[in-house]
């Protein structure tokens, strides 16, 4: 089914404009930056990520494009101003591109600053020129190696061909790409240089993320987890890295690489977690907030939303949540800690 727009769709920004207050944590934490899942499922089984065999929720348990559609319009209502569209693949869910297409509006209002995904790749070929003309300027691709049978391996089921092929259709779309890599001891660390050189060298960012400790996976992240800041010795021995202010909404903390003019960013929620200055939660394809990455703590949305045809519930409801907002997330990995921070896996949660 296709999303259609509600008929007051033209009128929408002054409904914006309601005097509603924006979401402020216990800590005084501006909630800026939404980042809403629209499938748990995935056409890869990264080893970090899932196990290979996932078992994935019933469709009827997810929200519709329309609901999804409504629940981030409400987000915007109270102040955010960066919604990133994740899974899963978000790409895989059909009919995506029609509520890419209906949040657009809010960019032309600006309500919304900033209207993004974070995607594996696979299917960016065939959606690239849509998503630039539904107002996304930037957009993350996950991407571990450069090296074909590696990525198989990693990724269980990935296309290294296909996923090149659609970073180059995104970049001829006049899409900003930043290239996400998660470090992984044994696997890519050897790999981190020449991945940031052919990145800069295609005029993109990248980011390096330590792997996280969501969810139960046949491999022992202990002997995955790669601590960036070893990472980021060694680059100094090779590289000038001069930190800058540069931010994009999320977590990562950046460099400019003097060598090659391009930016580094660090996500590093082990070894120098970034809950300070969190202002992000994240939703759900079944609607169910989690105020905290790494914290159990979640809030029904689904509910509220289909309780009513107007939005009072679920205001009602996200206000509830939002104070309940952490200070901050209990990761950790070592040997004494064999089972994960959190249950869910990230795909559940939202990538």
Known sequence: MTLILPQDAKSEPARLETGLPPLVD????????????????????????????MHFLPKE????LEE??????????????????????????????????ALSRHLKSGALSELTLTTNGSQLARYAEDLAACGIRRINVSLDTLDADRYRSVTRWGDHAEVLRGI???????L??????????GVN?????????????????????????????????????LPLTRVRTALESRFTLRDIAYKTGGPARYVEVGETGGRLG??????????EGCNRVRVTCTGTIYMCLGQEDAADLRTPLRAAVSDELLHQALDEAIARKPKGHDFDIDRHHAMPAVSRHMSMTGG
């Open 266 to 275: 660090f996500i590093t929620p082990l070894t120098h977690n970034f809950c």
């Open 26 to 53: 216990p800590f005084g934490r501006h909630i800026s930056y939404v980042r809403v899942s629209v499938t748990d499922r995935c056409d890869m089984r990264c080893t970090y990520c899932m196990a290979e065999d």
């Open 61 to 64: 348990q997810l929200l519709t």
């Open 168 to 174: 180059e259709a995104a970049r001829a779309a006049g």
């Open 176 to 185: 900003k790409i930043k290239i996400n890599m998660v470090a992984l001891q």
């Open 68 to 101: 999804l559609d409504r629940l981030c319009s409400a987000f915007i209502a109270r102040g955010v101003k960066t919604l990133r569209i994740t899974g899963g693949e978000p790409l895989i869910r059909r009919n995506i591109l029609s509520l890419f297409r």
């Open 189 to 225: 660390e050897h790999e981190i240089v020449p991945m940031l050189e052919w990145a800069h060298g295609q005029g993109m960012d990248l980011t390096l993320i330590e792997v996280m400790p969501m969810g139960v996976i046949e491999t022992d992240r202990a002997d995955q987890y």
